[in-house]
């Protein structure tokens, strides 16, 4: 699976927007972008997945550039339970029987309240 | 959705002691499942991963071994605990491989092993 760069950490108030970028300028064109979070003392839960267009769920959204070469997820209204650190992972569907599930150092998001 | 059993949550070993870890799975049959590990500060590192009964790939050699007993059981075993095996056990299941829909993980709740 490609590589991806997150910054290390970030700060948001609460009750405000939180946008987290990736960027992936090696993405090819069958790599979906997905992204988890990993919760203090917890294991990673998924969030959200896309492959071209944008995306929303309950969670959050996920905006995709034209070029596929960046992502951000977006946190429409940061609670201090979103407080977590945020992994970017590019998976290639191509890649079947490929279990590998590459998660890089992602990042650490602090709710400010 | 799927719901991941751990146990124990916590868990303080001495070193040489042996070591079973239990994972079972809720919501999925003829998941694949997977075992991580997760040194303090660090990112996730996949051990182990099964697709079906009995059967079990390696990603990384160690004093570990992982069976499978049953369709929705995992288990993580070592004969002697070394310091360096302490960390954050994660187990993880997918629903077989059906699209990009069903490539999620979802991952229990883990156990802090300690070796002292």
């Not at chain 2, 799927?2 to 049959?29: D, N």
């Amino acid at each position: 699976d490609a590589k991806t760069t997150q910054p290390n950490s970030m700060e948001s108030n609460e009750e405000e927007p939180v946008h987290l970028p990736c960027n992936h300028s090696t993405i090819s064109g069958t790599d979906y972008i997905h992204w988890y979070r990993q919760l203090p003392s917890q294991g990673p839960e998924y969030v959200i997945h896309g492959l071209t267009s944008n995306v929303n769920n309950r969670m959050a959204s996920l905006a995709i550039a034209e070029d596929r070469k960046s992502s951000t997820l977006i946190l429409h209204r940061a609670t201090l339970r979103d407080a977590a650190v945020y992994y970017c992972i590019l998976r290639d569907w191509r890649n079947f029987g490929n279990e590998k599930l590459t998660f890089g150092t992602g990042t650490r998001l602090t709710i400010i309240p | 959705s799927q719901t991941i059993h751990q146990w124990p949550a916590t868990l303080v070993q001495p070193v040489g002691s042996p070591l079973s870890l239990e994972c079972t799975v809720e919501g999925t049959s003829n998941p694949n499942l997977y075992w991580y590990r997760q040194a303090a500060g660090r990112g996730l590192q996949l051990l182990f991963y099964s697709v079906g009964i009995g059967q079990i790939s390696s990603e990384v050699p160690q004093n570990l071994s992982a069976s499978r007993p049953q369709d929705r059981q995992f288990i993580l075993s070592s004969k002697k605990l070394l310091l360096s095996d302490s960390g954050f056990y994660l187990c993880a299941s997918r629903r077989p491989w059906g699209g990009h829909s069903t490539d999620t993980q979802y991952f229990g709740p883990g156990t802090r092993l300690t070796v002292l």
